[in-house]
């Protein structure tokens, strides 16, 4: 136990590994102990990281610290820790996936163990990303997600696995590498990997604004952010039901949170200077991503384009730049994992049933399907945003904090155009519901189809109450998340002055020479 509690994070980020190795051992078509094994491991492994909020004090400090020499001639630490940024993904990460692995149950039927190990090495990853402090820890966690989310669609997925398989990793190929070359300039700038060594040197306005754009496109890609955004549907749209509830819930993530983590306050002058632009592409996102939901036939693909338009949301939050912007897009990042990940369960449900997705062929399910109705219905509110439900409380702060930020030119037209984001959801969300669920029910090949079984209540019942918890109570959220949002602010702004203060001045000092 004492080692345990001396390396809690390790423990809590690498626990799945060890599942992997159990798997590994297991005789290749014993599906039923290679499902129990994952979801015994993976529920370890939440109850695991508890212990990490428990144990968590509401500063901005880094917390649950762990560095130890790796590769000692470049400068390469492992070095993982976390702060109010990190914790509450990490914890969405544990939370998600014993739920994902207990969905399959139906949904996965053949090569159960290679599944299962490519989705425990994925949590493995995942939550590496958001723990790492060493910029190559970090490369590593980040690239190790690819192969086995681009695996499970290419091997589970739907009948254009493969393109969209291959559309995935050449789009997040891309702005990796992209990444790679601005890391391997910052270790020659600072003779390390570190990112506290990173944040302390002294960049140009011209180096910050070339890595800014290195490491921002990366993100961007993974967000995924207009007009990079073409990937997600069709990853979406092809996914088992379990890649597209990894995805929507954690992956996404990945992006907005290396914006927050590494893009702002690593170049802050270069943030400075474009977050007007990406704030541009996160509106147009917004707005974009609910017209084209909006047409869309197969539910699937609604909800997918449904997240280009709520991460457009967080963007919009982070390069306000204000404390209730920037607070208000982690919550719409954890909101969002709940919501969007219930809706692409419930997807995953009726076509287990129906095997179809288009929403033509519904109408009438509240008839035959009541608790799956009801299901759907609470998920679909939090996506909308409604008052007293947990995404209510993220878009409202993001549109609060637009509105004053001082950061983006015209805030206000910035926030009114964000704020009509939330009107186009709840059309084409509600608009979906009447047609799928209400009305009469004529099609011969619903009026016999099962409610939800056990299995499945016990895997939504838990996000439905977080939906609610978070929309009455969200203070333990947003109180843990504060001081590192104000202090990671308050280093931004300094910089920022620092390095605009000294061109004052000596534009001053020029002009009273020429006056002289």
């Not at 270790?187 to 754009?213: C, D, E, I, K, M």
């Not at 047609?435 to 299995?455: E, I, K, M, S």
């Not at 895997?459 to 978070?470: A, Y």
């Not at 009455?472 to 300094?494: C, G, N, Y």
């Amino acid at each position: 136990m004492s080692m345990i509690e001396s390396h809690l994070l390790s423990w809590v980020i690498f626990l799945p590994l060890i599942g992997v190795g159990l798997l590994l051992l297991l005789p290749r078509r014993n599906d039923r102990m290679a499902r129990n094994i994952a979801f015994v491991i993976l529920v370890l492994d939440f109850l695991l990281s508890l212990k990490l909020v428990i144990g968590f004090e509401p500063t901005a400090a880094l917390q649950f610290v762990e560095r130890k020499t790796w590769v000692a001639t470049y400068g390469i630490d492992y070095h993982v820790a976390i702060d109010g940024i990190s914790l509450w993904l990490v914890m969405l990460t544990t939370f998600l996936g014993p739920l994902i692995v207990l969905s399959t149950w139906s949904a996965v039927t053949e090569r159960v163990r290679e599944f299962m190990i490519f989705f425990l090495v994925l949590q493995t990853a995942m939550m590496g990303t958001f723990c790492a402090q060493d910029l190559v820890l970090f490369y590593i966690f980040w690239e190790s997600v690819l192969l086995p989310m681009a695996l499970m669609i290419g091997i589970w997925g739907g009948a254009r696995r493969i393109y969209a398989s291959v559309k995935f990793v050449l789009y997040t190929m891309v702005g990796s590498v992209l990444m790679l070359g601005a890391i391997f300039y910052l270790y020659h700038q600072t003779g390390g990997f570190s990112l506290a060594g990173v944040r302390a040197v002294n960049l140009s306005p011209l180096q910050q604004a070339w890595l800014f754009g290195a490491f921002t496109v990366a993100f961007a890609v993974k967000v995924p952010l207009f007009p990079v955004h073409t990937w997600l549907p069709d990853a979406h749209v092809e996914a088992p039901t379990a890649g597209s509830v990894v995805l929507a819930g954690v992956m996404l993530k990945m992006g907005t949170y290396g914006l927050i983590r590494f893009s702002i306050p690593l170049f802050p002058l270069a943030a400075a200077k474009y977050a007007p632009w990406l704030a541009v592409l996160a509106v147009i996102g917004i707005v974009y991503g609910a017209l084209v939901a909006m047409v869309q036939r197969d539910v699937k693909k609604l909800v997918a384009y449904s997240s280009v338009s709520h991460l457009g949301f967080v963007v919009l939050g982070l390069f306000a730049m204000t404390s209730e912007s920037v607070v208000g897009a982690m919550y719409v990042m954890l909101a969002h994992g709940l919501a969007t990940g219930a809706l692409f369960l419930l997807v995953g449900v009726i076509y287990e049933r129906r095997h179809t997705r288009a929403i033509k062929d519904f109408g009438g399910l509240a008839h035959v399907m009541p608790l799956f109705t009801v299901a759907f219905m609470i998920a679909t509110l939090a996506s909308v945003g409604l008052p007293g439900m947990s995404g209510f409380i993220g878009e409202f702060l993001v549109l609060l904090g637009s509105f004053k930020s001082s950061s983006l030119p015209a805030a206000r037209i910035f926030a009114a155009v964000g704020a009509t984001g939330v009107i186009l959801g709840a059309v084409y969300m509600l608009w979906m519901v009447q047609r799928v669920f209400f009305g009469r029910c004529d099609n011969p090949d619903n009026q016999g189809l099962r409610d939800l079984n056990l299995r499945e209540i016990c895997v939504l019942v838990p996000l439905m109450i977080l939906m609610f918890v978070m929309g009455v109570f969200p203070k333990p959220w947003i109180s843990t998340m504060q001081p590192s949002v104000d202090a990671l602010l308050e280093r931004h702004v300094e910089r920022v002055e620092a390095h605009v203060a000294p061109d004052l001045r000596t534009v001053w000092l020029s002009r009273e020479e020429e006056q002289r």
